[in-house]
């Protein structure tokens, strides 16, 4: 089935940044791509990024893009998030989620499954 | 960008009834929606993939269906633990985008 575990997310003052790791266990994390997801205080959510299983193909939302990064350590089972020049508007929880999928006659549909619990960022001076 | 406009936003209904949850997206997005529950303080919780296929273990009160630019979600018949609250995704292209949510309460 798999489980997610996020850590990392603190309080960081705008302008600063923050790295935050994903853990995961119980699945073959190397052949699973990922994603990061964010929550902001009683609202929606927000894809962030995704990372193929290789990190070959990198893809970012427009809000983080330029600020963000996301890598990852197959040895170590672990995704990260690295984030530059925080703003205020970048208070969330952060979530980790696995690329699920389902392929036939060369399509496939993809969704998250499962979610990591979360880790909470607060930009504020 | 695909939109995705999901309403109710909010729902108040009781133990037992059906309810229906829909998810318009501002292009055709195949079959490539997915729904998620979000209880407070966790993290969603995959339902229905694919528009209309049952996640495992999710209860077949839960269903699914639509494609191309509508869908809805349907719980037949509302248990206790279904209050929350709701998302549809498209991961159809990127940004993989969320509706806004629909929270389902108790009346």
């Known amino acids: 089935e798999g489980q997610l575990v996020e850590s990392g997310g603190d309080l960081v003052q705008p302008g600063g940044s923050l790295r935050l790791s994903c853990v995961a266990s119980?699945?073959?994390?190397?052949?699973?791509?990922m994603n990061w997801v964010r929550q902001a205080p009683g609202q929606g959510l927000e894809w962030l990024s995704y990372?193929?299983?290789?990190?070959?193909?990198?893809y970012y939302a427009d809000s983080v893009k330029g600020r963000f990064t996301v890598s990852r350590d197959n040895v170590k089972h672990s995704l990260y998030l690295q984030m530059n020049s925080l703003r205020v508007e970048d208070t969330a929880v952060y979530y980790c989620?696995?690329?699920?999928?389902?392929?036939?006659?060369?399509?496939?549909?993809?969704?998250?499954?499962?979610w990591g619990q979360g880790t909470l960022v607060s930009v504020s001076s | 960008d695909i939109q995705m406009t999901q309403s109710p936003s909010s729902l108040s209904a009781s133990v037992g009834d059906r309810v229906t949850i829909t998810c318009r997206t501002s292009?055709?997005?195949?079959?490539?929606l997915n729904w998620y529950q979000q209880k407070p303080t966790k993290a969603p919780k995959l339902l229905i993939y694919?528009?209309?296929s049952l996640q495992s273990g999710v209860p077949s009160r839960f269903s699914g269906s639509g494609s191309g630019t509508y869908f809805t979600l349907t719980i037949s018949s509302l248990q206790p633990e279904d209050f929350a609250a709701y998302f549809c995704?498209?991961?159809?292209?990127?940004?993989?985008?969320f509706g806004q949510g629909t929270k389902l309460d108790i009346k």
């Open positions: 989620a696995r690329w699920g999928g389902l392929c036939s006659g060369g399509t496939c549909k993809n969704w998250f499954d499962p």
């Open positions: 119980g699945f073959t994390f190397s052949s699973y791509s």
């Open positions: 990372i193929s299983s290789s990190s070959s193909d990198i």
């Open positions: 292009q055709s997005i195949n079959n490539f």
């Open positions: 694919a528009a209309s």
């Open positions: 995704q498209q991961t159809y292209s990127t940004p993989y985008t």
